[in-house]
């Protein structure tokens, strides 16, 4: 995968190769490792695109596998492979807003329509949805009330890897036992703090703590 980026114009452009053909007999070396890895541990993310081969309900079956080890599980994917695993009922959903608005069929303007989305998978068994807006910050709902996160304007340098520090540092609070509000400004923050620089997760610690100081929060619901 590359990405090319144009810092005098901002503008990132994308070249996704669709890597390798999986077997059915990989598929299944991934479900037992899968099965072999989950017990005793906190979460199981499952992010990104699917290589050919892979069934669209791929992500569903290990959402599963983890459930049975009393595992919970944080998706953050997109198309067929998000829509089918949500029926899996995984703990957290990170969609885009792109990705929300293909899910529900239809594009996504407002503030209200995008909580409103958000707050649909409920329906699920999604706990809690976290939903990335780019500049706009983020979303999370657990299907009830909902928060929104606006980050302090910074010198943007490339978005790649910003929806994953989101999530990494929303999970950590999230283990931690803070609440949503409160793991939605510092998945805000982290998202903030990678855009500043070139490359995926390249940001600090201390970055991240001086981007949460500007993190603003209100309740949207």
């Known amino acids: 995968c590359i990405k090319v980026m144009d810092p005098t114009n901002g503008t990132q452009t994308e070249i996704n190769e669709p890597g390798p053909t999986i077997s059915e007999e990989e598929l299944d070396e991934m479900r037992a490792k899968i099965a072999d890895l989950t017990p005793g541990k906190s979460f199981l993310v499952l992010s990104g695109h699917c290589p050919p081969g892979v069934p669209a309900t791929f992500y569903k079956e290990l959402i599963e596998i983890a459930r049975r080890a009393g595992v919970r599980s944080a998706l953050d994917a997109s198309g067929e492979h998000l829509a089918e695993g949500i029926k899996g009922a995984p703990f957290i959903v990170k969609p885009n807003v792109a990705e929300l608005s293909q899910l529900s ?9 995008i909580s409103s989305a958000a707050k649909s ?12 807006m780019g500049r706009s910050g983020a979303l999370v ?8 996160a606006t980050p302090p304007e910074i010198q943007f340098a490339s978005a790649v890897g910003s929806g994953d520090s989101f999530l990494a540092a929303f999970l950590d609070e999230i283990l931690s036992g803070e609440s949503l509000a409160d793991a939605l400004a510092w998945g805000t923050a982290a998202g903030a703090a990678n855009a500043t620089s070139y490359g995926a997760g390249f940001c600090s610690k201390k970055s991240i703590m001086e ?10 619901s």
């Not at 998978?121 to 990335?132: D, E, F, H, S």
């Not at 981007?211 to 949207?220: A, C, D, P, T």
């Open 105 to 113: 069929g239809h594009e996504l303007c407002t503030l209200e329509e």
């Open 141 to 148: 709902t657990d299907g009830v009330q909902a928060w929104q």
């Open 121 to 132: 998978l409920k329906q699920y068994g999604v706990q809690i949805t976290a939903v990335t």
């Open 211 to 220: 981007m949460r100081q500007g993190v603003s929060l209100i309740k949207v």
